[in-house]
């Protein structure tokens, strides 16, 4: 599905140059839930923002279903995020002063459909993620787990094949982003490649697939933790 | 949810900001729908009423020297007139090159009668054109019979052989003015015995402060026998609109063809006044202009700051798939209903000004000011204004990097 051929991204190429990633090679296979992970400033965040059609690589290509994505037009990569991907970023950014379903809405602001088709559908993807009844709260109304699942909801609504997911759970105590990781699993069970930054050990137990990074070099490591034999780390993972 | 949605909530979202930059530039649109409308009006009614204020251009016979004043006007002397200026003279005026610009031609034989052992000025006019001329006339009683007939479409010659050779009605009727009836103690109705003649007087003029408030006024024929001088006139007063044309050139063309006559300009209050109104005209649009900036500026920097304010907002529209086009629309979408709002907001308050002003500016009582070809010019301009100071902000805001946009909080 998603293929990075040598990527490299440096920041500051003119003063004192950082390799925010450097000659990065992943393959995120359709139906995955992989968790990136490593210390801060690794270059998580570039890699899934690179990943997002939203940063362009100093060095390297990115293709998605074989096609280069940064060799297309921005308004291109726009509709591309648009079809293809959901967010769901570090800080939520939901615009406090919209309702959890025009929240959601946003999503589907420039989808062509009727206004009455997109609320039907904003509201059935606010039930699935558990929030029926508090549509009409304002975010500052909502738990910070319910907040969670409205970011998670507007990433969800245009039905992306992909979700890309930086640190879900870096705002939340560990009983409301388990309730965030639950749904994205049960979002990858229902057919979305799930693509999760995270440096917290318990969120990784969700992922089926690790990718350590370190200093923006993916090393050695990536592995399925499916076939790992440690049955407590699995057993919490499959939970 | 809509792209118009989302420029509607962001407008809610910061109303106060956006309420003052729609009273921003509803007060451009205040100023100049006023300015605009004083000046048209004031323009409007100097074109248009220029006749009003009497004549500009006036011709005596060119041999005269000794002098009888009438209406400030040095003309020929009543009594030992030594050149000549007959009527049918006047008729090449019918054909120099602006001859269109004539509006009003009254030619008269101002000559000194003895009345009841007193001499007064005895003005022998073609009533129609006299009163053309001095449309500020009112009169007690009535003109003459045929005064007031159909307005003079030709000029005073064609209209005055016209007449000569019709004969007149009213032949012997007489109009006084106010102070000069007044001392003789005449009334509409009365009779008038000059130089053996018996006249009906129809009418008094009203008091009006000039000297036609002493002068006897019968008709040109009429004035023309008992003064013993057929076909003679001595004074034609000229009402020309020369809005495109200066009145000199104007007296160059009449000179030309009338050598026997002495023609002066007159400069007289119309011509001052047209100055004014030119002055005010180039003031207002300066003003107009000046104003038209700095709410193109207002606009570009209030919603500069809203893009700069919302730059993390507009990350994570791009974020989520929006074109640069659709943020484009959103920032747009949010000028147009400011713009259109303060348009109309505006023309309102300056139809309003325009009203409290009406009383007090003449011109603007004589002219309807609701105009709506102004109307849809404030809401258009308003827009453009609106429209073009926030392109550039629009432009930046669609230009943000959305992986830096969402890093800035
Ligand atoms: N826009 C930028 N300009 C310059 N340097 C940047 C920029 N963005 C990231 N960096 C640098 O690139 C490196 C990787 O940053 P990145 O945000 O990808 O790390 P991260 O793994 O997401 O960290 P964290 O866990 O703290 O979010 C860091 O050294 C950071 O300072
Ligand atoms: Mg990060």
Known sequence: MIELCDVTKTYNPQGAPVHALYQANLRVNEGEFAAIVGPSGSGKSTLLSVIGAMNPPTQGSMLVDGIDVY????????????????????????LPYLTALENVLLGLAIARMRRADKVQRAREVLARVGLAGKEDRLPGELSGGEQGRVAVGRALVNEPPLILADEPTGNL??????????????LNAAGHTVLMVTHDAQATTYAQRIIPILDGRLVDGDHDITKNENPAINGNGKR | MRLYDISLKGLRRRLGRMLLLLLS?????????????????????????????????????QASDLAVSYGGITVGSAAYDVGVLMLADLEPIGSIRNARNVSVLAPK???????????????????????????????????????????????????????????????????????????????????????????????????????????????????????HRPGEINLVEIAALCSDCPVEELVRQISEVLPQGRVT????????????????????????????????????????????ERRHEIGLFRA???????????????????????????????????????????????????????????????LVVGLAGSLYPALRAAALDPVTALRAL
């Open chain 2, 265 to 308: 300009a007159v400069r007289q209050a119309v011509t001052l006044r047209a100055e004014t109104v030119d002055q005010l005209t180039r003031f207002a649009v300066v003003v107009s202009a000046v104003v038209t900036l700095i709410g193109g500026l207002i606009v570009l920097t209030t919603m500069l700051g809203a893009v700069t």
């Open chain 1, 71 to 94: 060799s297309l037009s921005v308004e291109k990569q726009a509709d591309f995020r648009h079809e293809y991907l959901g967010f769901v970023f570090q800080q939520l950014q939901l």
């Open chain 1, 173 to 186: 105590d560990s009983n409301t982003g388990v309730q965030i990781l639950t749904l994205l699993q049960e």
């Open chain 2, 320 to 382: 989520l798939g929006f074109r640069r086009a659709h943020i484009e629309r959103v920032i747009l979408g949010e000028a147009l209903v400011i713009s259109l709002a303060g348009g109309i907001v505006g023309w309102a308050a300056g139809m309003g000004v325009v009203a409290l002003l009406r009383p007090t500016i003449d011109e603007l009582a004589m002219t309807s000011p609701w105009d709506p070809a102004l109307a849809l010019a404030a809401l258009g301009g308003t």
């Open chain 2, 25 to 61: 530039l509803a007060t451009a649109v205040a100023t100049l729908v006023t300015l605009v409308t004083i000046t048209r009006s004031m323009n409007h009614s100097v074109a248009h009423r220029m006749d009003e204020f009497g004549a500009n251009i006036v011709i005596v016979p």
């Open chain 2, 109 to 227: 034989l101002v000559s000194a009668v003895s009345l009841e052992s007193r001499e007064v000025l005895m003005a022998g006019v073609i009533f129609p054109d006299e009163i053309r001329l001095k449309q500020w006339w009112q009169v007690h009683g009535a003109y003459p019979v045929g005064a007031t007939d159909a307005p003079v479409a030709t000029l005073g010659g064609h209209r005055a052989m016209a007449q000569m050779e019709a004969g007149v009605s009213g032949a012997d009727q007489a109009v006084l003015g106010s102070r000069l009836a007044h001392e003789l103690g005449l009334a509409p109705g009365d009779m008038l015995v000059v130089e053996g003649r018996n006249l009906q007087i129809v009418g008094v003029l009203e008091e009006n402060g000039s000297q036609d408030d002493q002068i006897l006024f019968v008709d040109l024929t009429l004035a023309q026998q008992i003064a």
